[in-house]
């Protein structure tokens, strides 16, 4: 089967290639092509280097590739650190004469200034996407309709630029046009991971969300943010991340299901807090999105550097569910499912996302999503009694039934110091060691029910990962009948399962974005195996199928 | 109303004098004239001395952590604007550990009660220098004398936000009537209750 056509736009940062990138996706959708899209961008807001690029297929496609069939620069020079992901035929557009040696031949000059130069300059960019849906051989009043929707207020020169691109195509390179691509089955809209959060967030029935913008968890706070009023829940921009997490805390202890957004610097910040709720047994949900660290370390590129941190977050022992989405989709149930494991486990719950799977989009049905959704509300008492215990241990999971504010005879102390069943504070030793076994009994309810590791194809030769990498990963593997792939939903806690399936092995490879193998470390305090060979990119970079496959060959 | 309904049952365990007792029947008294139902309302206590009042009133409450009890507070009160909401906590975590917090309550004009026994030290961890100890005080933490400015909290609240109910006073005269007026004030009412620790405040006047 052939691989996906992949379509890179670049050029500086400030120059729109971002919502061009949005746009061009949200077309391939339309189409029903399966599709995965990727950019790139510095810490900037003007200046240096942007990119956007979109791998699509009729046929089920898992990620977005490295090697692409058309570049194109916006303006003159940017294509060159591309160079080498040109496929022998792809095609470099830019404005420019074509450079001496090998790829000459792949090179197009495309006047875009001058073509742009009777229309406002923002609808620039338009053109470019004109050129490429006379390329790609898009349906043009899909191209036309979307566009006219996407910027209702520019409408008549956004078409008028696109129709310009499309006719110069048309004149000068209908011998690339490709072919008509069959009709695929893809979900017709797209979401980023960070919607797709916000998505779960709201038909997870969540109703309190804090954020200190941090990229690049940032795209969630803006989602709820814009629909906080028509969806009746609050949002809140407090005035740090402290703030942020004992808000939260504040809200979920009064009754609200409650989530917060940040990144590593972030959740650094609120790590006292995440020990607060596992002592008060108060559920909250952190959406923890990796970017590169250490410290401020690359704010706008990918990593999976902080595994272990989410793992061990917050001093002291107390139980805590890590759970990482490895696509939009996932990143839609892994939001609504994180906001009915707080309520049900009255504990820290991560959910792990990383700038790659946050910032990129996929195709998804909203409507076909939400109809898996199912609220959970774990034990509340509404009519207790009055020697009513709200930390009572007589329970064999751990979680003890509460209260909540308002309701009569329930009145209790949500504790940060160690407490006996009423919340009050003690140093008894009986009664330490008793609470901290309570609380501690939520780990093996949580093993019920959170996400099952889940296993592609056949176990012999696996490849073992986490998160975002899935995509590239299943698309690695696709059609090969030698290896398979487990992936690792649940880090916290462990389910025995992985155990079973590592053992069954004969070859593992262990894939991750980061420089340590933070899940080989994680696996190991549980189980013992054996890898046969580590993938590990820390360059604030994916991993893109090629890279993954071409090492699978060697081995 | 019988304030004693608001008893836990369980015996303060601050030093024999200390003005947080003063405090402490206040609250309760406030509460009961105020004729408010304990499962109304909502206490977020800050860590130190005049946090450890969570274990002694009954009503739904949450002792933070040190330095937090506001945003929790806010999160509560956010949540649930219908709950009375109120802050105890010291000068040690409120304008200190947790300033920004302050400051930020005090910009949203959020309707929550704050009081700070401000006894111009820590005293839980045993009299080091605090936000409000006076310039040149020795202290466990400073024996040479604090070489930093006190802090002008409830100035500075005022300066913020000119809105809010912001006041410093006396452990001892009005102390119910004043919890009273801040608990209805419709806005963020901070309470700088002016306290001596009777253990480490000597430190002080050295
Ligand atoms: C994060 C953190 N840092 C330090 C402490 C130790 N600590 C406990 S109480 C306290 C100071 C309390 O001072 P204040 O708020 O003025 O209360 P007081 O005891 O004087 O009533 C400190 C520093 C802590 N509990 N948590
Ligand atoms: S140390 Fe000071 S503030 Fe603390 S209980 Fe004793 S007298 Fe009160
Ligand atoms: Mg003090």
């Avoid at chain 1, 500086?12 to 599709?35: D, E, N, Q, V, Y």
């Avoid at chain 1, 550097?305 to 892994?334: W, Y």
């Avoid at chain 2, 024999?16 to 977020?44: D, H, T």
């Avoid at chain 2, 300033?99 to 005293?123: K, M």
């Amino acid at each position: 089967m052939a691989q996906p056509t992949t379509v890179k736009i670049v050029g500086p940062a400030g120059t729109g290639i971002k919502s061009i990138g949005r746009l061009l996706s949200r077309i391939l959708a339309k189409h029903r092509f399966f599709l995965h899209d990727y950019s790139e961008y510095p810490s900037l807001v003007r200046g240096g280097h942007n990119t956007y690029q979109v791998s699509f297929s009729p046929q089920e496609n898992f990620a977005v590739f490295r090697t692409v069939d058309f570049l194109f620069s916006l303006q003159p020079g940017h294509w060159q650190e591309h160079q080498k992901e040109i496929s022998p035929q792809g095609l470099i557009f830019s404005e420019e004469t074509p450079p001496a040696g090998k790829l000459k031949k792949n090179f197009l000059f495309f006047p875009l200034s001058e073509l742009a130069r009777d229309l406002p300059p923002v609808v620039a960019n338009t053109v470019s996407l004109g050129a490429i849906g006379f390329l790609l051989n898009l349906k043009k009043e899909i191209c036309q309709n979307t566009l006219a929707t996407t910027f209702p207020q520019a409408k008549k020169e956004n078409l008028r630029a696109f129709q310009k691109g499309w006719e110069f195509a048309q004149q000068h390179w209908s011998e690339k046009r490709l072919p008509p691509f069959s009709q695929g089955k893809g979900e017709k809209e797209i979401v980023d991971g960070n919607e797709a959060f916000g998505w779960g967030f709201l038909k997870g029935k969540g109703d309190f969300y804090a954020a200190y913008p941090m990229t690049p968890s940032t795209g969630t706070l803006h989602f709820l943010a814009e629909k906080q009023k028509e969806a009746k829940i609050i949002v809140r921009h407090p005035e740090d991340e402290i703030a942020v997490a004992n808000m939260a805390a504040g809200a979920a202890f009064a009754g609200a299901r409650a989530a917060v957004g940040t990144s590593g610097g972030g959740l650094a910040l609120m790590n006292e807090t995440i020990s607060f709720c596992g002592i008060a047994e108060i559920g909250v949900v952190f959406y923890l999105v990796q970017r590169v660290g250490p410290a401020t370390g690359m704010p706008t590129w990918t990593a999976q550097g902080d595994l272990l941190f989410a793992v061990f977050s917050g001093h002291g022992e107390f139980p805590k569910v890590v759970i990482a989405p490895g696509d939009q989709k996932e990143s839609f149930q892994f939001s609504w499912q994180a906001l009915n494991l707080a309520a049900e486990l009255q504990t820290p719950i991560i959910v792990v996302s990383d700038k790659f799977l946050a910032e990129s989009s996929a195709n998804f049905s909203l409507e076909k999503q939400q109809k898996e959704v199912k609220i959970k509300k774990g034990k509340i008492v509404i009519n207790p009694r009055e020697d009513f215990r709200r930390y009572s241990w007589q329970n064999k999971d751990g979680c003890s039934p509460r209260t909540l504010p308002g309701t009569k005879n329930g009145e209790f102390l949500a504790n940060s110091y160690e407490h006996d069943q009423s919340g009050f504070s003690t140093e008894n030793a009986f009664v330490a060691a008793k609470m901290a076994q309570k609380r501690m009994k939520k780990l093996k309810k949580a093993l019920q029910i959170t996400p099952k590791p889940q296993l592609f194809g056949r176990p012999k030769n696996l490849i073992v990962s986490w998160g975002s990498t899935k995509g590239s990963i299943l698309a690695a593997i696709k059609n090969s009948s030698k290896w398979g792939f487990l992936q690792i939903k649940t880090l916290w806690p462990l389910h025995p399962e992985i155990g079973k399936i590592l053992s069954q092995a004969q070859k593992i490879v262990l894939v991750e974005n980061n420089q340590l193998g933070q899940l080989e470390t994680l696996l190991k305090t549980h189980f013992s195996f054996s890898v046969k060979k580590r993938l590990l990119k820390f360059t604030g970079r994916p991993f893109f199928p090629e890279e993954i496959k071409n090492e699978l060959e060697k081995i | 109303m019988n304030w004693k309904k608001f008893d836990t049952g369980k015996t303060p365990t601050w030093c024999p004098g200390c003005p947080n007792y003063l405090l402490w029947l206040a609250l309760k008294q406030s509460l009961a004239e105020l004729k408010l139902k304990r499962e109304k309302i909502v206490i977020a206590y800050d860590i130190g001395c005049a946090g450890n009042m969570a274990d002694f009133i009954k009503t739904y409450g949450v002792h933070t952590l040190h330095g937090r009890a506001i945003p929790v507070a806010m999160g509560v009160k956010y949540f649930r604007p219908e709950l009375t909401v109120i802050v105890v906590g010291g000068d040690g975590g409120i304008y200190g550990e947790g300033l920004n917090h302050l400051v930020t309550a005090a910009r949203a004009n959020i309707d929550i009660t704050v009081l700070v026994a401000n006894n111009h030290l820590y005293s839980l961890t045993t009299g080091q220098a605090s936000p409000t100890t006076p310039k040149g005080a020795a202290s466990k933490s400073t024996p040479q004398g604090t070489d930093l400015n006190p802090l002008p909290a409830v100035a500075m609240v005022k300066k913020v936000n000119p809105q809010v109910l912001a006041e410093t006073i006396s452990p001892q005269q009005h102390l119910k009537e004043k919890i009273k007026k801040a608990i209805k004030f419709p806005g963020f009412a901070l309470l700088d209750i002016d306290q001596t620790c009777v253990t480490f405040g000597k430190l002080l006047r050295k």
